[in-house]
């Protein structure tokens, strides 16, 4: 039994070691710490329904549960993250045993713990990740309930596909699982459709009403949707492109390779296994390219199960090919994980070093989303307020970028030794504010981007004050903050 079981804890030990090892390299992004405000104000009871107004949810609630106010609430909500996506390798694993066999179900999983499109979405505090753990979970019990007349499988399938859905509104494009995995793999079977309807019957008791909620509220799904129907050839064109160099950069050409090989091995053969796990990633897939104009590789995170279901079925088919020894097994395992092994060691050493796609690139390391630059300017704000017996007063300008004014709040709204306030520069008693609080203690001013449309305060306003103590730049060295320390003169 414990030989038996090694392979399996190594293959947990080797998916966790790649979310947990180095949780902070990556300076906490915007949404991030947006997500993890959030957990912090309803595990204080307040702003419960703020989540579900923007389609997300359960994760951050989740995250209420442990994260802590302070500098560290972004470190600890990740770790929710990583703990989530073990479900997901546990669906993949699952889901490919009952589709082919043993040997499969560990390349599959094995094939999912390297990727790095869940390595690096599964060590942040984004809802799409915790969406795709209930979603890949999924898998597996749609696959059992096409395959075996027991209740329960359409009950937990109904029920994980609602907990993609609260995780975050997107996971409505895999409400059609069950009805895929009885097309693919019991399309002749009448109990198994009986199944799948008790599966969405499951589903829309539980989620149907919060979706048509958030639809009908939300401004959200308007901004990401194009309804110009006459603009959709352009913009499956466009979309394809994007969504081409994602999977390139973030599955890696040797993964990709084998989850198309798998794909047309099976349309090739007829296979139903092949069939849905390509389906379950498709159908999704080829609706964010239909309707999409404002989408990231993010959303693309709870289709990557499916694809390594492929992936794992073309790394066995290689190897059998290849006559099914332990050498030939041993370099086709190599060529397959070899590149995904070397793209995930750069986001633990550095994630400048990865090769993430230029969208990932702009909004993770050098735009004014990420965080470089605004953890220097923290650590110079609290070595500041460590050094002033009477505490400090920070002032951000409420026309700036929130990036930094999120941070100071999530880290340091509950902090005594901290006086945060975020004030129009523009407005006529701007001036009087900063004189009054530079009059009772430290006072230093944050000057982040502004942001579209916002004009740049006069800066004769603060002059006279005080002077520019740190510039913090992003990467590609752009500014980040000017902050000024202001005392009364």
């Known amino acids: 039994m414990a030989r038996r079981l090694a392979p399996w804890l190594a293959l947990l030990a080797l998916h966790l070691g790649l979310r947990l090892v180095a949780l902070d390299a990556l300076p906490p992004f915007l949404d991030e710490v947006g997500h993890a ?147 693919c793999l019991a399309p002749r079977d009448r109990g198994a459709w009986r199944r799948a309807a008790g599966a969405l019957a499951v589903f829309t008791a539980t989620a149907g009403w919060p979706l048509v909620v958030f639809f009908r509220q939300t401004s959200t799904v308007r901004v990401a949707i194009d309804k110009d129907e006459g603009q959709l050839a352009p913009r499956l064109m466009v979309n394809a492109s994007l969504l081409g160099e994602w999977l390139w950069a973030y599955l ?124 220097e300017t923290l650590a110079f704000l609290e070595a500041e307020a460590a050094r002033q017996p009477t505490g400090i007063y920070v002032v951000t300008h409420s026309g700036s970028r929130r990036t930094t004014a999120w941070a100071l709040q999530l880290a340091h709204e509950r902090d005594a030794r901290f006086a945060l306030d975020d004030v129009d520069l523009l407005a006529g008693n701007a001036r009087w504010a900063l004189e009054d609080w530079t009059s009772r203690k430290p006072t230093y001013l944050i000057l982040s981007p502004l942001a579209p449309g916002r004009r740049r305060p006069d800066p004769a306003l603060w002059q006279d004050l005080g002077e520019l103590v740190l510039v913090t730049r992003k990467p590609d060295g752009s500014d980040c903050d000017r902050v000024y320390r202001l005392e009364k003169r």
């Open 252 to 375: 890696t050409p040797a993964l990709l390779a084998l989850a198309v090989c798998a794909a047309l091995r099976g349309l090739w053969k007829r296979s139903g296994a092949e069939t849905f796990a390509a389906l379950a990633a498709g159908v999704p897939l080829l609706v964010l390219l239909a309707v999409s104009t404002l989408w990231f590789p993010r959303y693309v995170v709870p289709a990557i199960a499916p694809l390594c279901l492929l992936a794992g079925a073309g790394l066995v088919a290689a190897w059998r090919a290849a006559g099914g020894g332990a050498l030939s097994g041993a370099v086709i395992l190599a060529l397959g994980v070899a590149l995904p092994l070397r793209f995930d060691a750069a986001l633990l050493a550095d994630p400048r070093e990865a090769p993430l796609p230029a969208i990932d690139r702009q909004q993770f390391v050098d735009a004014w989303p990420s965080g470089y630059g605004v953890v």
């Open 37 to 183: 405000r959030w957990s912090v104000q309803i595990g204080e009871g307040f702003n419960l329904e703020k989540p579900w107004q923007y389609g997300k949810g359960l994760g951050v609630f989740l995250g209420a549960l442990v994260v802590p106010p302070g500098p560290e609430a972004v470190l600890a909500a990740r770790v929710v993250t990583a703990l989530l996506s073990v479900l997901a390798l546990v669906g993949v694993t699952l889901a490919a045993r009952r589709l082919w066999d043993e040997p499969t179900a560990f390349a599959a999983g094995l094939c999912y713990a390297v990727v790095p499109f869940a390595v690096f979405h599964e060590r942040l505090f984004l809802t799409d990740p915790h969406g795709a753990a209930f979603s890949g979970l999924a898998l597996w019990t749609a696959v059992a309930m096409a395959r075996e007349p027991r209740r329960r499988y359409p009950i937990a399938t109904g029920l994980l596909l609602a907990g993609a859905v609260f995780s975050k509104a997107l996971g409505v494009l895999f409400a059609g699982l069950p009805l895929l995995a009885v097309a």
